[in-house]
């Protein structure tokens, strides 16, 4: 797959969760903090800040760093180097 397509469509998906997971919060039957944890590692892939926000804000807890880090590494090997 080309690289600008699928920098595209990690981004496309990327919002599509943060919005499910923003609906998520109201409807009782969406898991919205799951929505938007996924949302928001894709965006990192996209978005560098994100990417440190995640990092900075899950440094503080260890066992949290660790699943993130295994999560982004989960999803490189599925998406690939973008």
């Known amino acids: 797959m080309k690289k600008k397509a699928k920098r595209f469509l990690v981004l496309a ?11 998520g919060t109201v409807l009782p039957f ?17 978005f560098p800040k994100v990417r440190l926000w995640i990092e900075k804000h899950s440094e503080k807890y260890p066992r949290l760093f660790l699943i ?3 999560v982004e590494n ?9």
């Open 13 to 23: 998906t990327g919002i599509i969760f943060i919005i499910l997971g923003l609906l």
């Open 30 to 46: 969406l898991q919205g903090f799951l929505f938007i944890a996924i949302g928001l590692m894709l965006l990192s892939f996209y």
């Open 68 to 70: 993130v880090k295994k």
């Open 74 to 82: 989960f999803m490189i090997k599925i998406i690939g180097e973008i």
